[in-house]
């Protein structure tokens, strides 16, 4: 028996639950910029390159595996690859792949990364249901609206404790763009996310294994799953989120329900995304950035450089201080291996993140010229980095926000190179440019098959 | 970027994860005692008979209308009805069925309902893998040790967060049952248990709600999975139960790592399973048991009874205080109702807490004759009844303990009764009477065919 224990109740607790379902049922499609639905092409965009690129990896074929010994209908697309599974599991696939190179988008306030949850779940029920791709793009707006004003909440007690938020608020996030492609009314809508409020995922223990990729991709099931019940009349409780036993009070000792009340419908999250450049933490992109500025800038060839300083926030080698890493998994922790493969490639994509390249002499040799020195006078966002040549010259640059954050956003043409990069080892040059064009214009579809073929083997 | 928080590790955290993993993975078959193995028999039967009861109930109905939705293979049953579904799917709703009428199995240590996830997700599996009943009955131990022990580890604390501590830990419950069923080697039942430990399910906010009973069929479908993906090389974290980010430390203040570790394999907390005689909350279950005692004692009918009094501990009132009900609902919360049925029918199951027995003349006019008064002088499990004969005697009768608790367990006849109650109106006299047999024996079935055959329409 239950002893009688008294639950703090916050008394200013707003009905966000209702609040959200009414604002995901009825806002008006493309009620925002037209600068807010290009991001959200830019997000979907990137998002499908992301799910491309690792859609041959080990996690998504063990996934997978498990998957079809549910023999599951033939319904939706696994990006880039031939098979098709049912909806359910086909977002929870796509939101595997999405995250496994760890390349994805970020909601940089709260560390969220947006689209994994939300556009699984949203392009596998589009599928089913033969939708247009603008009623997509509608559902992925006000879903990733939904999961990361959740996350403004209560970011960042929530995540301190040991929740990764994107899987524990995605499904929030899931549920909501769902219950939009389905038409539920805002009653429905606040069951779904009343039942996806119970089904929060992702311990921040699992970073460095697989079950991190699956975060995203079981809240997109979650959330696919609740509005799926809810439009067939399953409940919750209608105070899911805000009630003194609710998932936000629940979850975290921070509740600021003004970041869900505040401005909503007139400002938006997904305008503040960002898309990595690099395929590495987001700590390490300055020095790369400023590497590859100075490779260009001077045409740097290996042999010309002699030594390579890098001044840093002691954040930066505290996360990233790995220098002889042995694995492409070890690299990713690595900011000198990263500054090597910037000066000796242009770049550090996530082939830069193979255990070949990170054995090649070439770049042992290099990365061994690259040192670090801890300078907390400079932000964690930031690096001064200076270069001593063969030659004697001294070179210098100094990068405050690297390319990829919201300050200084990934152009349009690097954001289909990362795309590209990702796509066309799998599903060869022609087909990853039209999934390319078509997945950035994706809201002129008024089918979404041209795409899902373009996209898959 | 992450702030760099400190986690307060627990240093004395031992590694639990992989204990139990090897536990689960390892233990002999029937490697416990007669008595042990009767309550599981005793915990199987129970649970099939609360899974077929609501079997055609609004809350299933609304969730195999989803399922459905999904196309699935037919490769499970779902108790009581004809439809079949995928396994992890058949999980999710015999889940649900077995919840829907708060009718089910009890571990009062911890008020987990240990039955749901873990035999929903093993008999799912079981069939798909066409193993015996010996093997379903180890794996139905074994799992309900695991989600019992990490649930005595943690609560009252993590209850009292508002968890509901039976989603919350089934699905490691799941995880292990489905693990030891697909023959998993300790490796790979770890990796399951640590997937699992990133989905934990529900809210005591939902209560009230479909999502409730939505609780421990999630966590079955999440443990399916779970382990069918570590058998094909999922990975996740080696201490995701014990490390400082990992599911006890985020989950509760409290982490007696002891109630994990302690005796394992020598006591059992299957053995310690209670099973509802009365469709409603434990609390009322004294006043029932002693009405019912009174009456057949003294043969007593309706126009006997003057007045009723029952002295009663304060929480009793407060928790089933509602004098007046209107609904099947509210009457499960109405100590009143309970007794009057209690007096006039001998019997409280799902029936007697229809909306049209609520709000029959004869119940609500011997209703109105039943007094509570409060006495915190009385234990909860408890009550002291008094009563006035119209004929003028005074009757008295004092339960310590009600039918049904640990001190007084439900007797075969009456676990049958409950049974046949819930099964005969779904399956036919003669179906159930076969459907309990077989369940009530089900280790000593090779295959599962036939008990399926009879426990489904």
Redo the contacts between chains.
Sequence with gaps: ?????T?QADPNAPAVTELLARFVANHASKGWSEAVDREAHRTFANWVGCAIGPSRH??L???L??VM?????P?AAILGRCEKV???NAAMLNGISSHTFDYDDTH?KT?IHPAGPVASAALALAQHLDISGRELIDALVLGIEVSCRVGNAIY?DH??????IT?STGMLGAAAACSRLLKLDAARTQMAL??A??????????F????KP??PG?AAKAGL?SA??A???????R??LE?????L??FSDKTDWNEITGRLGETWEIAENTYKPFACG??IHPSIDGCIQLRDKHQLKAGDIEKVTIRVHS?VL??TGKKTPKTGLEAKFSVYHSCAVGLLYGRAGEHEYSDEVVNRPEVTALRARVFAIVDDSIA??SVDIGMRTMDGRDLHIFIEHAVGSIEKPLSEAQLEAKFMDQSEPILGREKAGRAWSLSRGIAQSNKLGEFIAAATS
Tied chains: 1, 2.
């Design positions: 028996m239950a002893r009688n224990t639950v080990e996690t074929q063990a996934a595996a498990a010994e549910l023999s599951p209908a319904q049912d909806i359910a940089l560390i960042p995540y301190d404790r040991g929740w990764h899987g009343g039942l409020a119970s089904q929060p995922i992702g311990l921040r223990e699992q460095g294994t697989m079950t699956f975060h079981g799953m799926l019940m439009r067939h009349g399953f409940t919750s409780s105070r899911a009630a003194p036993r609710g998932l009070q629940v987001i700590v954040l505290e996360l964690e966002a």
